[in-house]
């Protein structure tokens, strides 16, 4: 076993205690105040407990299967957000076109490229070539009645949904100094990162939340709830520096960079779903809602976090 | 009443020679039904019924072929077993892939929409699936919606079959976004969520009318579309 193996496998056993640890207070806190399942808010954090077990489980045999798993992890991820996404906006019968480009043709072309490690390529694909190509397959069908919306909303979609997104693998491709073999990690820390810190967001927001932060927004999250979260994730984040090709301070900041755009990115996510009448993106996750509700930290911060890492300390 | 078989309505033998075709079309269903979810996470919304009940009449809005695969996927296996489309002679009977799909996959109950030259009774071969324990899947504007209105005018089968079994719950399905997925004209379905809404159960009252049946279902049907997004 490598060594960046055994400390993933290690990441992965603290992750199986945590959840062993959760799915024990959640049996409790139903065994005690829900025995009939009637408390919703009992029921709906131990549906995303089993949930998380689904995506503690997924995330996992991605992460050992390596460069494959991921990627392939990060496309499918990327698929199911692109759906969400695409449902809730104004594109229609004249998009058709675009839309079957955004899905076949744009979105493995991104996963192509980050899997032959092409940077100077998928950097720009999407925000260069696909907003400029991407507008004229759907000028050629004459339909003008919103066109700047929908080509704005279906250009915004592949932004977050598949180029955001796609800098988790790319991550893979950096070259970084020591690092050699052991890049799965740098994932495992983004992905470690921001879910602890949503998930610690949650929890400081339920014991002590009282001031809102937006509630316009997103009525649950709190200036307790934001501020706990984020240094107790940020506390974390140095704690795993052992992984990470960053020391301890570097490690903390790097954290705290990824807990605040996350939850930058949960709050525009928001804003889109207000605008949209919804209150979720989907119903794919059991007590999340859609694949975006899960991933809208993540997608803000992979890029920066991507741009960051490879800006300091590639070789 | 007598029950008259088209040609296309025999019922499956059941012989160890359809053993190949059964299995294929078991297969055959299975992808089918894995295909829609993949295109469209297909989400059923019981809002007016349980899953599981008595034999019904589902009646639906009718934009695209794929329209009863998206109810049959979302319907508990022990209901889609017993679950038949009812569909048109002239395009899933006759020979080849079609047929297959339309006979040994989905089972569906096929009829003669054209007035001319009709052979059998529709709504007698509906109520004669009835009679021998289906549920049916109806689509009442009578053929697909290819138009830029929401719902077009109900045929008067639905009426017909009402009547000649007044005993049987009929349930309005509002398949939401499929039109999305597969416009008029295009072969390739973009991904895009659907829903299926499944209304409160409604019969036909005594003495009411024709029209005024159609209109009361017709708005049932309505009623469950998702409303559009409010400004908050």
């Not at chain 1, 055994?6 to 105040?33: E, F, M, Q």
């Not at chain 1, 493995?108 to 694909?125: E, S, T």
């Not at chain 2, 639905?158 to 976004?177: C, G, M, Q, Y």
Request: aromatic share 12%; hydrophobic share 50%; net charge positive.
């Amino acid at each position: 076993m490598s060594p960046a193996d055994s400390d993933l496998v290690t990441l992965i056993l603290g992750a199986g205690g945590i959840l062993v640890l959760a799915s024990v207070i959640g049996g409790v806190l139903g065994w005690l105040y829900s025995p009939d399942g009637r408390n919703v808010t009992i029921e709906n954090l131990n549906d995303r407990i089993r949930s998380w077990w689904v995506m503690v489980l997924f995330l996992s045999i991605a992460l050992l299967g390596g460069r494959i798993g991921v990627t392939l992890l990060f496309a499918l991820c990327s698929f199911a957000a692109l759906r969400e996404f695409l449902t809730l906006t104004n594109a229609g019968r004249a998009d058709h076109w675009s839309l079957v480009c955004a899905f076949f043709v744009v979105l493995p072309l991104q996963y192509y490229f980050i899997w032959i490690g092409w940077y100077d390529m998928f950097a720009v694909f999407i925000p260069v070539y696909v907003f400029l190509l991407l507008p004229i397959v759907s000028a050629f069908r004459g339909d003008t009645r919103n066109y700047l919306i929908r080509v704005a909303e279906v250009q915004w979609a592949l932004m977050i949904c598949v180029f955001c997104a796609s800098h988790v693998p790319a991550l893979l491709t950096l070259k970084l100094q020591n690092f050699d073999g052991r890049n799965v990690l740098l994932i495992a820390f983004l992905v470690v990162v921001v879910q602890l810190s949503d998930v610690l967001q949650y929890v400081w927001g339920k014991l002590l939340g009282k001031h809102k932060i937006a509630p316009k927004l997103s009525p649950s999250k709190t200036v307790e709830g934001f501020l706990g979260g984020s240094l107790s994730a940020t506390a974390i984040g140095a704690l795993l520096w052992w992984m990470t090709p960053f020391n301890p301070w570097q490690a903390a900041l790097m954290a705290f960079i990824i807990t605040l755009l996350g939850f930058c990115g949960g709050l525009v996510m928001s804003a889109i779903k207000r605008d949209r009448g919804v209150k979720d993106w989907g119903h794919a996750i059991a007590g999340h809602g859609g694949f975006i509700d899960r991933l809208d930290s993540v997608v803000f911060s992979a890029p920066i976090f991507f741009h960051l890492t490879r800006y300091f300390w590639s070789v | 009443m007598t029950h008259s078989q088209t040609p296309a309505d025999d019922p499956p033998r059941r012989s160890w020679r359809d053993l190949p075709r059964r299995w294929a079309a078991f297969v055959a269903s299975g992808a089918i039904r894995i295909f829609a979810r993949l295109i469209t996470a297909v989400q059923p919304e019981w809002r007016g019924v349980d899953p599981l009940g008595p034999q019904r009449i589902y009646f639906a809005n009718h934009n695209s072929h794929g329209d009863f695969i998206l109810i049959w996927s979302v319907l508990p296996h022990q209901m889609r077993n017993r679950t038949r489309p009812v569909a048109g002679v002239d395009y899933w009977g006759g020979r080849g892939l079609r047929a297959f799909i339309g006979r040994d996959v989905i089972n569906a109950v096929l009829i003669e929409r054209e007035r001319e030259g009709r052979q059998g009774d529709p709504v007698e071969t509906m109520a004669g699936a009835l009679d021998d324990g289906a549920s049916l899947i109806l689509f009442p504007e009578g053929t697909r919606n290819l138009t830029d209105e929401v719902l077009l005018p109900f045929k008067s089968g639905l009426f017909h079959l009402a009547s000649a079994r007044p005993n049987i719950d009929l349930v309005p399905v509002w398949i939401e976004n499929l039109n999305r997925v597969m416009p008029k004209g295009e072969f390739i379905p973009v991904p895009l969520m659907c829903k299926t809404v499944f209304g409160a159960p409604l019969r036909l009252q005594p003495g009411e009318s024709k029209t005024d049946f159609l209109t009361r279902t017709r708005e049932a049907l309505l009623a469950l579309r998702p409303k559009p997004a409010e400004a908050s």
